[in-house]
């Protein structure tokens, strides 16, 4: 079976999938998005899992971190038992779209890990083309927020479409080109392009996670980089605090003190959470409330509890020291310059965590997805070194 067409097909379906993932955001509408995404994702994601059922049961008994995804997934369903105004299966729902989506990554990754980096970069590339057509077609537009740009269909959103775009600049950053001149340019360009569009949404979570993560990559890469990208590196980190300091400190801290003790006291008074997807409020005065704590792990820890916010931390924690341990490696690269970007960036966002697919899955599943790849790899490949997924020559 392995080297059939028919695997052939489902390993090239799952890639058009992952694709599909992240380009479909601004290019599809939500509902016709999410329908796609059943045939190119999550089919050939069950079949690739029914296919290598004998390795990936073999990965989960020997990897401890895999065991606490599987149990945070029950803890949430099981918290659904006392959430209130809910849809109790659609949420379930969104629980099994997850686990096939993470499984179906270890299992693709550990065949086509290369192919993986390759599917990130063309995604990146096109996420770059939709904010250039996005800027370009802003005259005509109707934005939701005057004055803030923002993509189309799910990233219409300025803040969820800046976070899709950082991590698009992130990968078509730490991507090896593999010295192609023509491939460089184009890169290049995106990278302005991305640049310009993150800084026209106003998103300050945006704007100064990606400063934060060009300052940290000038130390981290400079052993691998040519002097005139660090020099770029620099000149646009200066160019992002010179032209968008007004964004990152007119309208103070928005409250932002005041939220996360609020949000301390709800998960204090509610330490097994409030339920999986119970809607909550955030009061700050009488006119004023916020529907969200504006930060991912403040916002498990209130409708999880804390057994859910220490398992998913655990689960975080573990994708950062992959991405450290495997920096070396073209995806290990990759997984720790989008896990300090989407670190700073979800202390001001990340509420969609359990939704289906959206912009937020960039910086939350996407990277643990890899770093389970990193903990289960049993091999150190090469950059055109194929990995079996099998440790010998059997056939699952």
Known sequence: MNNSRELFFINNLFQYGVIMLIVGLAILPYKLYSQLLNIFLYLPAICLIIIYHKSLLRNIRTTPVLWFFIVLIVWAAITTNWSQEIQKIRELKRLVYIIIFILGCVVWNLKQPKKFENTLFISSLLLAACALIAMLLWPWRNPLIADRMAAFNTLENPIIASYAMG???????????????FIQ????????????????????????????????????????????????ILSGCILLLIFSSHLLFERGFSYRPAILLTSLQMIIENPMGIGLATPYQIPFTVQLVFSHSHNLFLHIG??????????????????????WKNRSLPIGKLLLGIFIFSSIALQFDGIYLWDKPNGIWLMTWLPI??????TNQKTIYQPHQKINLENSNQHA
């Open 369 to 374: 997805a890899i770093g389970f790849y990193l």
């Open 167 to 181: 991590i698009a600049f992130v990968i078509l950053h730490l991507h090896n080109c593999n010295k192609n001149a």
């Open 185 to 232: 340019i184009i890169r290049f360009f995106a990278l302005l392009v991305l640049l310009a569009f993150i800084i026209w949404t106003g998103s300050r979570g945006a704007i100064g996670s990606l400063v934060i993560y060009l300052l940290l990559s000038f130390f981290w890469l400079k052993q691998q980089q040519k002097p005139w990208f660090i020099f770029i």
């Open 302 to 323: 209130i409708g999880l509890g804390m057994p859910g916010l220490i398992l998913y931390l655990i689960l975080w924690v573990n994708t950062g020291w992959q991405a």
